[in-house]
Structure formats: C-alpha cells, structure tokens
C-alpha cells in the first residue's frame, strides 16, 4: 500500500512539474527576460554616447549645435515613456500567452494520470472484492466438504462398530449357552424342567437341534403342561425339516394356550410347506381372528388359497396385506402370479414389476422359475421385465 501511494503522489507531482517547467522555459525564451538590456522592442536601439574630446565629436558639435528647445526634449521623453510601457504590456501578454498554453497541457496530463488512477483503484478494488468473495466461498464450501466428510466418516465408524459389536455379542451369546450347557451337564436333579429347558434353549441358539429337542422332551417328561417348551420344540423340528412333528408339537402348544396368534401363523406356515393348504388356510383365519391387522398372516393366507385356485379371495387377501404394509414384496408378487393364472398379463406383469421393484433379486429369480408364470411367460413385455438389470 505505502509503495501505491508513493506511486499515486508520483502521479499528481510530475504533471505539475511538468507544467511548470514549460512555463518557465517558455517564459525565459520571452523578450520580458531578454539577455541584451541595450536592445528594445521593435527594432528601437540607443547609440552609446561619443567621447567629447574626439574629433568626431567636434565635428557633431559644430554640425549640431548643443542647443535644444524644450518642447522638442519633452517630445523624446514621453515617446521613450511610451515605448517602455508598450514594451513591458508586450513581455506580460507573452508570458500569459505562455502560460495558457502550459496550463491546459499540464491540466490534460493531471487527467490522464488521475483517470488512470481511478481506473487502477477500481480494478484493484474490484479484484480485491472478487478475491474476498472466493476466499469465503472457498472457505465455505472446504467447511461443508470437511463436515459431511466428517459426519460419513462417523456414520461409517458408528455401522463398523455396530456390527463389530453385533457379531461380538453373538459370539459372546454363543459363549455363554455353550458355558450354560457345559454347566448344567453337571447338576445332579434331572428332574428340573427350568434346568432343562434352559439348557434346550442354550442348543437352539448354538444350532445344535436335536439335542435341544432332547433337552425339551426331557422337560415336558417333567412337565408336560411346559407350554413354551412344546413351542420351542416345535420350531427346532421345523429347522430340521421335520414337519409333521412340528405342527404335533404346535397343536399341544395350543390346547395349553389356544389364543397365541403367533403359533396359529406359524403352524399355518409349516401347513403349507407339506401342502396342506386347506387347514393352512383355517390356522391363518384362526390367527386373523385373534389379530387383525396381521398383513404376514394375509399375505400367506393369500398364497394358500392360491394353490387353491381361489384366485379371487386370495387377491382379495393380498389387497388386505398391501393395505397394511404396502412395502412389502410377498403381496404383489402374489397378486401377479394370480392375475398370470388368469391370463392377464397386462395385470400380472405390473404387479410382478412392483414386487420386483421392492427386491429385484428374489422375486426377478422366483419369476424365472415359477410354474405359475408358465401362460405368459414368452410374452414380451415379461421378458423384457425379467431381463433388466435395474428397475
């Protein structure tokens, strides 16, 4: 800044000196500060006088008597006046003259400079403001990148440690049943059912299902009133595959207590896996009774009286399902494989595009293979559906 204004005042002095200095040299080349004093304006000169004694003098003395009358003197006098005072007006015009044109240069040249000064100035400060300007807006937008940056970072420490924390809990869980079970070979009274059923839990949760179902038989020997003991049971012989077993075990859960809507679901799913779908369809009506609003209860109810034929009511149960959870794919794929047993195809591809929207994995791969879809399946617009990628 001090090196600008040093710059500035440079500016403004030089066309001053500049107009003075012409001013001068113009003015010392004027007759007002002429060298030779003798020499007047106008071709006007004085002779120098001629020594008395010489004879050129006597000769002038003789020829021009030293006599003259005064009114002549008085002439000569005012005439010099005259001409002295003309002289000097002459010399100030001149030096006027000098200075008005020295002035107006010298004005143009403060003007150019000052005009270029101003443009300086508001470039500088334009420039400077644009400066400021992407400065904050850099600063601001690093500050933006840096916290989302921060907060992804934090979301993904916190999903690491989540899970990090999820599968250490389960290996702990499975640490602690397995020290359950290790514990409990131990005691001496057989004939406690908490101690067995505990221990069947602890099985189950290490995958170990026969012996877990070993440790609940041995618990409803002791207590055949256990109820969650038949219950446990019978899901452990549904992960193996043991169906009819299962449901055997459900049905004494629900003589002990008849209005657990949960187990009337489940038994009617273990139903439909062995192809009962008629008391399928009765156990999800039971559940449905005790529960309503039970759209994984509608939805299989729906796929039971599928297999029915009952088309019909089964699109009627989906709508149910949909209704009260309408992100759910089962739903709509059930509803397009009875619209595609009923050959409409326009229906069916539109409500297998929905379900396939919500999970294009399992249901694009189900529609590949499902006899269901065998009436429409060389229709165009389903194979274009199945062969996209994204949906």
């Not at 012409?22 to 500060?33: H, K, Q």
């Not at 619209?339 to 297998?352: D, G, M, P, T, W």
Request: negative net charge; hydrophobic residues 40%.
């Amino acid at each position: 800044m001090a090196a600008r204004d040093r710059l500035h005042k440079a500016q403004i002095l030089m066309p001053t000196a500049f107009s003075v200095i012409i001013t001068v040299i113009v003015a010392a080349n004027s007759p007002l500060f002429s060298v030779n004093r003798g020499e007047g304006w106008g071709g006007l000169s004085t002779l120098s006088p001629i020594a008395q004694d010489s004879p050129a003098a006597q000769t002038l003395d003789q020829r021009n008597p030293p006599a003259i009358a005064p009114s002549e003197s008085s002439r000569e006098t005012s005439l010099t006046t005259l001409e002295t005072t003309v002289d000097l007006l002459i010399k100030l015009l001149y030096a006027v003259a000098a200075l008005a044109i020295a002035l107006p240069i010298g004005m143009v040249v403060v003007m150019k400079f000052s005009r270029d000064r101003w443009v300086q100035d508001t470039t500088d400060a334009v420039v400077e403001s644009l400066e400021k300007e992407l400065r904050d807006r850099l600063s601001a937008d690093v500050a933006q990148y840096r916290k989302e940056a921060t907060q992804q970072f934090r979301q993904q420490q916190q999903t690491i440690s989540q899970g990090l924390y999820s599968e250490v809990r389960q290996e702990l869980d499975r640490l602690k049943d397995a020290v359950t079970v290790q514990a409990m070979q131990g005691q001496s009274n057989d004939s406690d059912p908490q101690l067995w059923y505990a221990r069947g839990n602890a099985l189950d949760e290490l995958g170990r299902y026969e012996e877990a179902i070993a440790a609940y038989d041995r618990t409803l020997e002791a207590d055949p009133k256990f109820y969650a003991a038949w219950v446990n049971r019978g899901y452990c012989l549904d992960r193996l595959g043991r169906y009819r077993g299962a449901i055997a075990s459900f049905d004494q859960a629900l003589r002990l207590k008849p209005d657990y809507d949960g187990l009337w679901y489940n038994r009617g799913t273990v139903l439909g896996k062995i192809q009962r779908y008629g008391a399928a369809v009765e156990s999800f009506n039971r559940a449905l009774k005790l529960k309503p609003n039970f759209p994984a209860a509608w939805n299989n109810r729906g796929t039971a009286l599928t297999k029915l034929n009952h088309y019909d009511e089964a699109i009627a149960s989906f709508d149910r399902a949909i209704s009260l959870a309408e992100n759910t794919p089962g739903p709509w794929y059930g509803k397009a494989c009875c619209f595609a047993a009923q050959n409409k195809v326009e229906l069916a591809i539109e409500h297998l595009h929905r379900a396939i929207q919500i999970d294009p994995v399992t249901y694009r791969d189900l529609a590949k293979t499902d006899p269901e879809f065998n009436g429409v399946r060389s229709h165009d617009l389903f194979a274009w559906l199945l062969s996209e990628e994204d949906t």
